[in-house]
């Protein structure tokens, strides 16, 4: 089943905070987090493993709750180059990533 | 960090016909799967190409419509076969060394059948 993001979408000022969530109905390994921008292929921004490890970007951070199978990503003080849309992939037991329902952010000057 | 292409990048097809998609990656990777996008949708995973053996196909995708080969552990190709309107989408080619692993994505190809 897909994992749910909320919110579906998001318009900021420059400078502004932004929280992502994504939730999944199954036992989550790992979730990545991915921003694409429009006609571009998705790119990655972090992963982060059931037990603690984390691996990624410098400027944002997320969270990774297993017991509840969610994630929140943080976008803090956001730039106009954050605009996109973010999709989770979740991690189960396999190999293969599960993307979310997806998040359209738009950052404005 | 693992660099794809994607050969076509853009094609426009008849109906009936087929599409062979082309994923070419840079370094030895462990998985590559394919992906199908619709405009201003998620991406969903079509099957898991395995090196050496059958793809793994994810439920409402069959090996007869989207036939895929990994001859080596570099490159995959994805058929699209007996193409329809409905076919109409972008397919993503990724790669990575597992889900505990950065997984990257090629650039995509357009297909637009007509």
């Known amino acids: 089943q897909q994992p749910v993001q909320s919110p579906q979408a998001v318009i900021l000022r420059e400078g502004e905070d932004a929280v992502i969530n994504c939730s999944s109905s199954k036992a989550l390994y790992s979730v990545h987090w991915y921003r694409q921008k429009h006609g571009e292929a998705p790119v990655f921004l972090m992963i982060?493993?059931?037990?603690?490890e984390q691996k990624g970007h410098d400027k944002i951070s997320a969270s990774f709750n297993e017991k509840k199978q969610q994630s929140s990503l943080y976008l803090t003080a956001s730039q106009l180059s954050y605009s996109g849309t973010y999709f989770c992939?979740?991690?189960?037991?396999?190999?293969?990533?599960?993307f979310g329902t997806g998040t359209l952010l738009a950052v404005q000057p | 960090s693992a660099v794809i292409s994607q050969k076509p990048s853009r094609d426009i097809c008849q109906r009936g016909t087929s599409l062979t998609i082309q994923c070419q990656v840079d370094s030895q990777v462990t998985m590559m799967f394919w992906y199908r996008q619709q405009p201003g949708q998620s991406l969903t995973l079509i099957a898991t190409?395995?090196?050496?053996?059958?793809?793994?196909?994810e439920s409402g995708f069959v090996i007869d419509k989207f036939p895929i080969s990994r001859p080596n552990l570099t490159f995959s190709t994805l058929t699209v076969s007996n193409l329809s309107p409905e076919d109409s989408s972008i397919y993503l080619c990724?790669?990575?060394?597992?889900?505990?692993?950065?997984?990257?994505f090629g650039p995509g190809t357009r297909l637009l059948v007509l």
């Open positions: 992939g979740t991690g189960g037991a396999t190999n293969k990533l599960i």
């Open positions: 990724s790669a990575g060394q597992g889900a505990r692993e950065t997984q990257y």
């Open positions: 982060l493993l059931k037990g603690g």
């Open positions: 190409a395995n090196q050496g053996s059958e793809a793994t196909y």
